[in-house]
C-alpha cells in the first residue's frame, strides 16, 4: 500500500533523529567564534561596514533589488566594472559574478563537460560539485582523496576533453590540493583544470588572491571559483577564466540565465572587501600566525589532519553521537565550535570543524586546544 507522503516524510526525519543526523536551525551561543568562515573578520568589521555605505550610497541607486536576470532587466555597469576588476585581481582574462559558491560550480560544471567527456574529482570535493557534476551529461568518477596515483589512474581510462576538479582547501578536511602536481598530470593527459578557491580566497597569496596565484600556476587552471561568503565577509562567487569561457557561461549556464541577479548592495560589498584586504596586509599576515601558534601548540594526542597551511582545522571524533557531545562540551568551555556529523562526512571521519580567524588572541587559541584535549580526553 502506497504510504502517505506525511507519513514518509515523518519516517525519514525519525530514521535521522535515531542516527543522530537530524538538522535543526541552531540558535546564536555565547563563546568564542571558532566556527564561522569569516576568517578576517570582515562581515564584522566596522570600518569596512562604513566603507560599503560610503561606496553604496555614491551609487545613485533607484531599485533596492537587481529587479531581473542579468540578462533582462537585472544588469548594471557597476557589475561589469567589478568583473573587470576582479580579472585584474585574481589576474585572468575574465571573470563572471554569480549569487553564491553553490551556484557557480552548478553554472561551470553542468554547462562546459558534454556527453563526451569526463570529470575525475576529489571525493572529498564539496557538495556543490557532486551536484554540478550530476547535472552535467559527461562521464565522472571520483578519485581517492588527494591521492595522486589514483588520480593517474583514473586519467589513464578517460576519454573526451577530460576535466579535474578539485578544491584548493578542503573545506571539511581543512587540507590542501597538491596543485603542483595536479597541473603536472593535467599537462601529461591534456586535461583541463578546475579549481574551486572558495577557503583560499582573501588567504592564500599577497592580496588573497587564492592558492594557484600564490604558486604562480593560475595560468595553468581552466577555470577557478572564488567564492565571497567566506573571508571577504559578504556574499556571492566569481567564476574567472578565459574570455571565451564567461561569453560561454552567460550563453548557457542555467544557474547564471535563470536567476534573479545579486543585489547591488553585495556587489558593493565584495568590491569593498576585496580592496580592503589588499589596502590591510596584516590581516592576512595575522590569520598567518595564528595558524602557525595553533599548529606549533596542538598536542600529539589530537586526530588533527594535514592541515598546517590552512585556515579550518579539522578534529577527527568517529561517531554522530560522539562528535555531537564533544562539541557541546567545547561550547561549554566558551568556544562556539560545531560537529560535522555524517552524512555530510563520510562515517568514521566525524570531526569538529574549527576556523581560525585573524582577531583570535594566542591566549585564546591556546585556551581552545586545552579546551580540545580535556574534552577528547574524556571520550
Ligand atoms: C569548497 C566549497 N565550494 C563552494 C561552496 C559554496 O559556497 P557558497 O557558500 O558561496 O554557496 C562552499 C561552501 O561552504 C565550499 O566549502
Redesign the pocket.
Known sequence: MRMSIQKRLEKELTRLSQQNAYRKLPRPTEGLDFCSNDYLGLAKNKSLQTIIQKEFSSQNLSHNGATGSRLLSGNNEYYEATECCMANYFEDESALLLN???MA?IALLSSVPNRRDTIIYDQAC?A?IKDGIRLSQARHTPFKHNDLNDLHRKLKQASGNIFIMV?SIY?MLGDCCPLAEIVSLAQQFDAEIIL?E??STGIYGQHGQGLAHSMELHDHIFARIF?F?KAIGSHG?AILGSNQLIKYLINKARPFIYTTALPLHSVVSIRCGLNFISEHPSLLNQLWKNMEIFNKNKPNTLNIGNSARSPIQSITIPTNESVQMASQEINNLGYQVLPIRSPTVPKGQECIRICLHADHTKQQLIGLLEALQKVTASI
Open positions: 553564491s559558491g553553490y560550480n564539496h556543490s578544491e573545506s574551486d572558495a577557503h567564492t561568503g562567487a
